[in-house]
């Protein structure tokens, strides 16, 4: 029997009931099958796959190309998880309506649900364009990566009066241009209350405290697989990048010693067909 998807209103039912939503980023297909059979909520295909997969120095290099190649991937995994695709750097920059265009491929070529976006007030009207032409959007505050130049790097947002005040201000614009939740990256944890509270739609932290309504991680942060950077919000659920490792030594010493393959990894023939080949 086919799993009922996780959809929009299946995000505001779980704030209204105070029901912790679960996310996880993916970016391929067998990944995105063990997360969706292991029951969480929502995949995010997100722009991090340019870090994590293709080995970038951020996100920025991220193309419309690489997004939809990777949710297509992802939504043959998904089964039930409601599929939320980044629209990268430049997809929602240059005009309102290049911004509904890209959005749209992501659905039609990306097979997502819906589709998250960078920015406050300066992406409004992309926004509500979107919104109209029947895509769910996510909003995306505080330490937003695409704007990573202009932050300075990767550093908390919203620890002063006036960009916490600004940042819950915003939160409520993207609600009433209409999101339908909204992910808080790196920014206090009670000022991720205080915005968790004011709002009706649900919010996503990520290095945002308890008290949103839910939680994302970068599926290869808390498996311990991508190890290049390891943000001070990240848990490490298990150390598979030891056990990769540790894996491969042993096919290889196996390999070289002659233990891999055995018999029982390989195909045998009659010895009369054998005869006849000399």
Known sequence: MKKQRFTVDSFLKAKKNDQKISMLTAYDYSTAKLLDEAGVDSLLVGDSLGMVMLGYENTLQVTMEDMVHHCRAVSRGAERAMIIGDMPFLSYHISVEESVRNAGRLVQQGHVQAVKLEGGSNILDNVKAIVKAQIPVMGHLGLTPQSVNMFGGFKVQGREEEQARKIAEEALRLQDAGVFALVLECVPEQLAKIISGQLDIPT???????????????????????????????????????????????????????????????????????????
Do not use: N
Not at 206 to 230: H, N, R, S, W
Not at 247 to 259: F, H, L, W
């Open 204 to 278: 996503i932290g990520i290095g945002a405290g308890k008290y949103c309504d839910g939680q994302v991680l970068v599926m290869q942060d808390m498996l311990g697989m991508y190890t290049d950077i390891t943000p001070k919000f990240v848990k490490k659920y298990a150390d598979l990048s030891g056990a990769i490792k540790e894996a491969v030594t042993m096919y290889i010493d196996e390999m070289q010693t002659g233990v891999f393959p055995g018999k029982e990894h390989s195909f045998q023939m009659d010895a009369e067909v054998i005869a006849k080949l000399y």
